[in-house]
């Protein structure tokens, strides 16, 4: 069984990885892989966010992948021989106002109501842990077992152990979707096509603008835009992922073990405009220096801006469509690297003839949107 996979972001190329240890033959189609979100994106891999609360499907989908993913990593690394980042050191949520405060008692009682270990702390055990926060900080709520990973490092052992399976990657763009009753494939910009068994479109929010897509197969993946930045200290500046909430939004700072610290991010709808802009990178740097007033001190490394893929109801499609043998995975929106385990999981048991997982199930792009949502 041969499968195309159109996109080389992390979700494609984690895609790809498990079906090629499934035994199943695989090309990877895109022009530039592993350049996108997948790039941009800070890896926080926090045990749930408040997107969460709500939507009961998908905290089953996210919780399934918290669970697999040290294994989906350690497995990674040993095939492709890489690192990727991964750290299970904790996250550390810190509250700057009265009202962060109280979304903290929430989430306390959320994680508690559905296993995940987390520990309330006073201002003071918070500047223990770092004492670089600014006094402002109130009170913080610690998930000891969660992390990141760097999603630079986690794409690059995925393309490496592609390489290694003997999965073979096509660097050109696909135009179109080839369907003649099933699809069987994709036209490259380049010329010539890429013909397979199954066909997965994995283009994060560029996958419905392929061409030959009969009308309403793929719905609309909207981009969302996201400003983020990486500075850089000689030692880490902070110890382990943090998100500050002030004022009614947040901040994230993911230190990497090199003195990398990347600072998060924004969220703006604008098509697919991808400027850095002077406002971006104040708020950013506002926001990161409430919480670590000394942040200024460090030395800029790089600014970027990237697109998350956003579908309509904010969920991802994972699974097969109504055109027979094309398949989506895409539309997740702003967890995409924490949610790339299980998603790889779902689709190379559906290629291999299996059922789609059940945590999975609900996210099938043939839904409604909005169905099975709480
Ligand atoms: P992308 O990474 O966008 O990949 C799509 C790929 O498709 C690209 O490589 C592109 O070249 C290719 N492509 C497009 N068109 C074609 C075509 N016609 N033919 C062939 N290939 C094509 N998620 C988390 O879990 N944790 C985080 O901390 C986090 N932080 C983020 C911070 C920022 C600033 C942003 C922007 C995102 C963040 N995300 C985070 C979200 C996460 O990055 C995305 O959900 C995820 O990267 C989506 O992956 P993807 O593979 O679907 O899309």
């Known amino acids: 069984m041969h499968t195309v996979i159109v996109g ?3 979700i494609g190329l984690a895609t790809a990885w498990r079906a090629l240890a499934a035994g199943l033959d695989v090309t990877v189609v895109d022009p530039e892989p592993a350049s996108r979100a997948s790039h941009a994106s800070a890896g926080m891999l926090p045990p749930a966010n408040e997107q969460l609360h709500d939507d009961e499907p998908l905290r089953r989908l996210y919780l399934a992948s918290r669970e697999r993913y040290p294994s989906f990593v ?3 690394e040993e095939v492709s021989g890489r690192s990727t980042g991964h750290r299970r050191d904790g996250v550390l949520d810190v509250a700057l106002d009265a009202a962060a405060m109280a979304d903290l008692d929430r989430a306390h009682r959320f994680h508690q109501a559905h296993g995940i270990r987390t520990e309330t702390l006073t201002a003071e055990e918070c500047r223990a842990y770092e004492p670089r926060f600014a006094p402002s900080v ?10 990141a990973v760097d999603p630079r490092r986690l794409t690059a052992a995925l393309l490496a ?8 990657l096509v660097t050109d763009r696909a135009t179109d979707v080839l369907i003649e009753g099933r699809a069987t494939g994709v036209r490259l910009a380049g010329g010539g096509t890429v013909t397979g068994d199954r066909t997965v ?17 793929v719905p609309e993946i909207r981009p969302v835009k996201g400003q983020i930045l990486r500075l850089r200290s000689d030692e880490p500046f902070l110890t382990r992922t943090t998100r500050g909430f002030l004022g009614g939004s947040a901040v994230y700072l993911v230190p990497r073990a090199d003195g990398e610290l990347v600072v998060g991010a924004t969220y703006e709808e604008r098509g697919y405009d991808t400027t ?25 490394a790089e600014v970027s801006a990237a697109l998350r893929p956003g579908s309509p109801d904010d969920r991802p499609l994972i699974g097969a469509t109504s055109v027979p043998d094309l398949l989506l995975a895409t539309g997740h929106f702003r967890i995409g690297v924490q949610l790339c385990a299980v998603t790889a999981d779902a689709l190379a048991a559906l290629l291999s003839g299996d059922e789609l997982p059940a945590p999975a199930r609900p996210f099938a792009p043939t ?3 909005g169905v099975g949502a709480h």
């Open 8 to 10: 080389g972001g992390v």
């Open 74 to 76: 350690a497995e990674l």
């Open 138 to 147: 109130r009170g913080g709520l610690l998930a000891p077992d969660d992390g």
């Open 161 to 168: 152990a592609i390489e290694r399976l003997g999965g073979t």
């Open 201 to 217: 479109l994995a283009a994060g929010c560029w996958t419905h603008l392929l061409g030959g897509l009969p009308p309403g197969v």
């Open 276 to 300: 850095v802009t002077a406002g971006g990178l104040a708020e950013l740097l506002d926001k990161a220096r409430a919480v670590l007033p000394d942040v200024t001190g460090l030395a800029f």
């Open 367 to 369: 839904r409604e949107a």
